[in-house]
Every structure is written in structure tokens, then in C-alpha cells.
């Protein structure tokens, strides 16, 4: 009698939401919501993933937390772990690593990946900021790596790459630097797309740490990760070339790779790109451009040596006031178009 009189009940819900359906909300979600409200736990999680996303409701975060949270309390798992991003992400609710960790650990327990890799992120990123101290440092860091492991070992590409970076950089105790392990790692990642492991591969073969330096499988990985807009392998790229680094060099390449990663607002990059054309062209115009961009954005900010700084007031030496006046003017443009118009 109990089960009859629950369902005439949402059989009625249902018959006043078709009849008063608003604009924000379409047939199919207020059917969602109805079995919510008697607690289907797929359909929670659903609906605060609507919610989340603007999918046939407006978009609120504050509902999403909500019905995520009703979910999580009943133990789904895609729930817990959307609730721990946003805490992680301060969507809907304030900002709380320890929060974000709690139902993270929830998710990740159950073995579900993303929770798993997001856990792995906050210990060694987040948490670890509320600590003092070498041996809470390796503790997290240690932690961290024991979420990566659960998630890559699941084929997460994400925790394959950042395993990869924290054998390259070590993290003491026992895990100190292993180039070798870095390697294994980063080369799961980059066969399947993730440019950071991509970037980090051709920086392995080109100071040969790990694995015979070879510059041609180098230029290779960088390549992938370059074209895939990874600043770091796209500075590789023109510092190999402007320095022929194991290869000729080559002036068009080396500006070509500096300005990809000057125009993303890389302040290096923006240094290196004005002196590339500096040295490889003598446009004395277009060297101060970006060699003044570099110094805006505070490139050598916590350099003790400004050499950047330097460079761009020697270069002033030799310009006629008109040049400089047409350089400043290009600087500031480019500058407040967000490096469109440059």
C-alpha cells in the first residue's frame, strides 16, 4: 500500500510539472527531477550535472551542489567525485581543498579515475601549500603519487604524464630522480596525445636523461607538443633552432616557434623571440616590440641580472625617435589586444 501510494504520488508530480513547465525547463528534465525527489541516485547526480551545465535548466551551481550532494550521501560515485570538483573549483560552494579531498577520497576509494587523479592533484599542489616542513612535503608528495598510480594504471593519461614529472623531479626519500621511470611514463601519455609528456619526452632525448640523447627524436616529440600549443616544447623548438642545438640552424624556424608561445603572453618566449629577430633579421623595430613586451609582463622580475631589460635599453641607443615612437606604439597595441595585433 506504502509502494502504491509513493507512486500515485510521483504520478501526480509528474502530471502538474507537464502542466506548468516553464520556459527554462524542458519535459525531460522536470521527469528527472520528479524521480529525484524520491531519491533515484542516477537521477540526482543527473540532474546536478544539468544543473551544472546549463543542460535544459539555467545554468546554477548552487543546484548542482545540491542535488550532487543529496546523491553523494547515498554513495554515487560520479556524484562524490562532482562534488569534490566543485569544492576544488569553489562552483556553487566557497573553495575547500579539505572538502574537495574528503568526497574526492570517497570517489577514489571505489576506483573511479578522475576522483582518483584530482585527489592525486590536491595533495601535490593544495594541500601540501598548509604544511611546513621536508618530511610533510614528501609525505604528500608520496600520497599524491599513490592516487596518480591508482588512476594511470586505469589508463587515466592525465596521471600517466604527472608521474611522469614527479620521477623526473623527484621527491625524496625513496623517490628520488629516476629518468628512466620519468620515461616509461611520459612515453605512456605521449603515444596518446598528452603534449605536456610529449614536451617532456623530447627534452629526455634531447639532453639524453634516461633513455641515448638523440636530437631527432627530440625535434620529433617537441613537434607534436608544439603544434598542440605546449609553450614550453614550442620555446624548445626556436631555442634549438636559434642556437642549433644538434641541429642547423635556422633563423624562420627559431622566430616561428618564439612568436607561437610570445602570443599565448610567455614572457621568456618574448624576450627570446626579440632577440631571434635581433640576431637573425635586424629589424630593430620589431626586436623592441617584443623585447619591451617581455619586460612589461616582468620577465626578470625575480632575476637579480635584467639582461632583457638591458638588451631593449641598448637597443634604444640606436633608433631614430621615429622608430622608437612606431615601436612603443605597436608594443602597447599588441599588449591591449591580448597579442592579436601585433
Not at 631555442?239 to 642545438?245: E, T
Given at each position: 500500500?506504502?509502494?502504491?501510494?509513493?507512486?500515485v504520488?510521483?504520478?501526480?508530480?509528474?502530471?502538474?510539472?507537464?502542466?506548468?513547465?516553464?520556459?527554462?525547463?524542458?519535459?525531460?528534465?522536470?521527469?528527472?527531477?520528479?524521480?529525484a525527489e524520491?531519491?533515484d541516485?542516477?537521477?540526482?547526480?543527473?540532474?546536478?550535472?544539468?544543473?551544472?551545465?546549463?543542460?535544459?535548466?539555467?545554468?546554477?551551481?548552487?543546484?548542482?551542489?545540491?542535488?550532487?550532494?543529496?546523491a553523494?550521501?547515498?554513495?554515487?560515485?560520479?556524484?562524490q567525485?562532482?562534488?569534490?570538483?566543485l569544492?576544488?573549483?569553489?562552483?556553487?560552494?566557497?573553495?575547500?581543498?579539505?572538502?574537495a579531498?574528503?568526497?574526492?577520497?570517497?570517489?577514489a576509494?571505489?576506483?573511479?579515475?578522475?576522483?582518483?587523479y584530482?585527489?592525486?592533484?590536491?595533495?601535490?599542489?593544495?594541500?601540501?601549500?598548509?604544511?611546513?616542513?621536508?618530511?610533510?612535503y614528501?609525505?604528500?608528495?608520496r600520497?599524491?603519487?599513490?592516487w596518480?598510480?591508482?588512476?594511470?594504471?586505469?589508463?587515466?593519461?592525465?596521471?600517466?604524464?604527472?608521474?611522469?614529472?614527479?620521477?623526473?623531479?623527484?621527491?625524496?626519500?625513496?623517490?628520488?630522480?629516476?629518468?628512466?621511470?620519468?620515461?616509461?611514463?611520459?612515453?605512456?601519455?605521449?603515444?596518446?596525445?598528452?603534449?605536456?609528456?610529449?614536451?617532456?619526452?623530447?627534452?629526455?632525448?634531447?639532453?639524453?636523461?634516461g633513455?641515448?640523447q638523440?636530437?631527432?627524436?627530440?625535434?620529433?616529440?617537441?613537434?607534436?607538443?608544439?603544434?598542440?600549443?605546449?609553450?614550453a616544447?614550442?620555446?624548445?623548438?626556436g631555442?634549438?633552432?636559434?642556437?642549433?642545438?644538434g641541429?642547423?640552424t635556422?633563423?624562420?624556424?627559431?622566430?616561428?616557434?618564439?612568436?607561437?608561445?610570445?602570443?599565448q603572453?610567455?614572457?621568456?618566449?618574448?624576450?627570446?623571440?626579440g632577440?631571434?629577430?635581433y640576431?637573425?633579421?635586424?629589424?630593430?623595430?620589431?626586436?623592441?616590440?617584443?623585447?619591451?613586451?617581455?619586460?612589461?609582463?616582468e620577465?626578470?622580475?625575480?632575476?637579480?641580472?635584467?639582461?632583457?631589460?638591458?638588451?631593449?635599453?641598448?637597443?634604444?641607443k640606436?633608433?631614430?625617435?621615429?622608430?622608437?615612437?612606431?615601436?612603443?606604439?605597436?608594443?602597447r597595441?599588441?599588449f591591449?589586444?591580448?597579442?592579436?595585433?601585433?
Open positions: 500500500m506504502k509502494t502504491l501510494r509513493s507512486i504520488a510521483v504520478f501526480a508530480m509528474i502530471t502538474t510539472i507537464a502542466v506548468f513547465a516553464s520556459d527554462d525547463d524542458d519535459l525531460a528534465t522536470l521527469h528527472k527531477k520528479a524521480a524520491v531519491g541516485v542516477v537521477a540526482l547526480n543527473k540532474l546536478g550535472w544539468m544543473y551544472y551545465n546549463g543542460e535544459g535548466v539555467a545554468q546554477d551551481s548552487k543546484q548542482a551542489v545540491k542535488w550532487y550532494l543529496k553523494a550521501k547515498q554513495g554515487n560515485v560520479k556524484a567525485a562532482n562534488l569534490g570538483w569544492y576544488y573549483k569553489g562552483e556553487g560552494v566557497p573553495r575547500d581543498y579539505e572538502k579531498a574528503k568526497w574526492y577520497r570517497k570517489a576509494a571505489k576506483g573511479n579515475p578522475p576522483a582518483q584530482n585527489l592525486g592533484e590536491l595533495y601535490s599542489q593544495y594541500l601540501i601549500a598548509a604544511y611546513e616542513g621536508k618530511l610533510a614528501r609525505l604528500y608528495r600520497t599524491a603519487l599513490k596518480y598510480l591508482k588512476a594511470a594504471k586505469q589508463g587515466h593519461i592525465k596521471a600517466q604524464s604527472q608521474i611522469g614529472s614527479m620521477y623526473y623531479q623527484g621527491i625524496g626519500g625513496k623517490y628520488q630522480k629516476d629518468y628512466k621511470e620519468a620515461f616509461k611514463w611520459f612515453q605512456k601519455a605521449a603515444v596518446q596525445g598528452d603534449a605536456h609528456a610529449q614536451s617532456m619526452l623530447g627534452k629526455l632525448y634531447r639532453f639524453g636523461k633513455i641515448p638523440d636530437h631527432g627524436r627530440a625535434l620529433q616529440w617537441y613537434r607534436k607538443a608544439a603544434v598542440q600549443g605546449d609553450i616544447a614550442q620555446i624548445d623548438l631555442w634549438m633552432y636559434f642556437k642549433g642545438d641541429i642547423p635556422d633563423d624562420s624556424q627559431a622566430v616561428k616557434w618564439f612568436h607561437k608561445a610570445a602570443v603572453g610567455d614572457a621568456y618566449a618574448q624576450s627570446m623571440l632577440h631571434a629577430i640576431y637573425g633579421y635586424r629589424n630593430i623595430v620589431e626586436s623592441y616590440l617584443w623585447l619591451n613586451l617581455a619586460v612589461v609582463n620577465h626578470e622580475r625575480f632575476l637579480k641580472e635584467k639582461k632583457t631589460l638591458k638588451f631593449r635599453d641598448n637597443l634604444v640606436k633608433m631614430t625617435s621615429a622608430q622608437l615612437a612606431e615601436a612603443q606604439k605597436r608594443s597595441r599588441c591591449e589586444t591580448n597579442y592579436q595585433y601585433c
